[in-house]
């Protein structure tokens, strides 16, 4: 189950994700995301993963790495910043950097692992914030 969470004073997107992902998920919060990049107007995206990690039902990775190859530089010019939230240790503790790395390299953009959405939220700001020409 995704839960979609959109704050019309705060220009970030946040997705809250429980339990599996499912395909017909996947399709609502990218057509969410696609209906941001129409806007031209920057954004951030939290993904907050409140089970520790992620789990997804056949099929929505694949539909995912689709809809990153035909959105990938739009994504890349208006998102400016994407945060992961999680409890899980081993992601926080052994494969943080490894995941943003990997993560980065998806989105195209700066990607932050966090263990609360508080932390995550500010860093999101503080990435709004930066000057255009130093968010990459």
């Known amino acids: 189950m995704v839960e979609i969470i959109r704050n019309p004073s705060c220009p970030v997107l946040t997705?809250?994700?429980?339990?599996?992902?499912?395909?017909?998920?996947?399709?609502?919060?990218?057509?969410?995301i696609s209906n941001n990049l129409k806007t031209k107007d920057s954004?951030?995206?939290?993904?907050?993963?409140?089970?520790?990690?992620?789990q997804r039902e056949r099929g929505v990775l694949k539909l995912e790495n689709?809809?990153?190859?035909?959105?990938?530089?739009?994504?890349k010019n208006q998102c400016f910043g994407v945060a992961m939230v999680t409890n899980s240790f081993l992601t926080l503790n052994i494969w943080k950097n490894i995941a943003a790395c990997l993560a980065k390299r998806t989105f195209g953009c700066e990607v932050g692992i966090f263990?609360?959405?508080?932390?995550?939220?500010?860093?999101?700001?503080?990435?709004?914030?930066?000057?255009?020409?130093?968010?990459?």
């Open 66 to 75: 689709e809809w990153f190859k035909g959105y990938r530089r739009s994504f």
């Open 43 to 54: 954004f951030g995206l939290l993904f907050d993963f409140s089970n520790g990690h992620i």
């Open 15 to 32: 997705l809250r994700i429980r339990q599996k992902t499912t395909v017909e998920d996947t399709k609502k919060y990218l057509s969410e």
């Open 115 to 136: 263990d609360c959405r508080s932390d995550a939220q500010m860093w999101l700001m503080d990435r709004y914030l930066l000057p255009q020409n130093t968010k990459n």
